[in-house]
């Protein structure tokens, strides 16, 4: 028989990576915000009551959320999801953000690394991350993803929509960066629950790029006619960047720039 997964953020573009990948191994209970999912429920960050009822009534082996919505409804939804996982045979995937860096971007940062957040968004993420750990010790498992891609993902299309319209497109030439492709995100859940893994992993490739310099190269890889870059300027050179670093990840897993490009060439077959 299966072991059941609550799927907090099922319809975002994370979600639907982290579903793809595991429904092989999990039967998949989807939650959205906004709407039911087939098969599945409502439950908006505004609503823990809901959520309990939900955990109570599917009683899932494995929670992962990735969840948007109000910071302070978002720390308490997942304060009464810890709460009732705690102490149980149970486990978190928490998805994070590269934003627990964004006060020091003064080089790329590994797991060991800790969060040095600036904006509100990052200081919630690592307050959350925070939160979980104590109420969750080793029953949680933290996903910091870099900028997320895949064929016809919401960058993807907004380049396309500024290379229609001739709109200028803000860019971003004094950044390094890594990124994610949505499906390594599923490889990696699939890959770290099944071994019962814990702690921060960080997602991503291991290899960075400049900001500007990949979304042109997205544009060549996808016959996208380059749109009209609206360089914004930078006083130095500064790292948004996530390296993974941790060793029970195998090689077949990692990803480089090269490899996330190649993925993405795939939307002009779909």
């Not at 498992?141 to 200028?168: K, Y």
């Not at 290899?207 to 914004?232: G, K």
């Not at 996530?242 to 060439?265: F, N, W």
Request: proline content about 8%.
């Amino acid at each position: 028989m299966k072991k059941r997964a609550l799927l907090l953020g099922a319809t975002g573009l994370v979600g639907r990576a982290a579903a793809g990948r595991l429904e092989e191994d999990y039967q998949i209970i989807p939650a959205a915000g906004r709407c039911a999912p087939e098969n599945g429920y409502c439950l908006p960050v505004e609503a823990p009551e809901a959520l309990k009822e939900v955990l109570l009534r599917e009683n899932p082996d494995v929670v992962i959320s990735s969840v948007r919505g109000d910071y302070p409804a978002q720390i308490t939804f997942h304060r009464a999801l810890a709460e009732w996982l705690a102490g149980k045979d149970k486990r978190l995937l928490y998805m994070s953000t590269a934003n627990v860096f964004d006060g020091r971007l003064t080089q790329p940062w590994t797991e060991a690394d800790p969060p040095a957040p600036a904006s509100d968004y990052g200081v919630f993420k690592r307050d959350c991350e925070a939160m979980l750990g104590r109420l969750l010790g080793e029953q949680l498992t933290v996903f910091r993803l870099a900028a997320v891609w895949s064929p016809g993902c919401p960058r993807v299309r907004q380049l396309r929509r500024s290379s229609e319209s001739g709109e200028p497109h803000p860019t971003y030439p004094g950044y390094t960066i890594n990124v994610t492709l949505a499906d390594q995100i599923g490889d990696y859940a699939r890959y770290v629950l099944s071994r019962e893994l814990h702690g921060i992993f960080h997602v991503g490739t291991t290899d960075t790029v400049n900001y500007a310099a990949f979304e042109e190269m997205v544009c060549r890889a996808l016959h996208i006619p380059p749109p009209v870059f609206a360089p914004e300027p930078a006083e130095e050179e500064a790292f948004f960047a996530v390296l993974p670093a941790r060793g029970e990840i195998p090689a077949d897993l990692q990803m480089t720039v090269s490899h996330v490009l190649s993925a993405l060439k795939t939307e002009r077959s779909q």
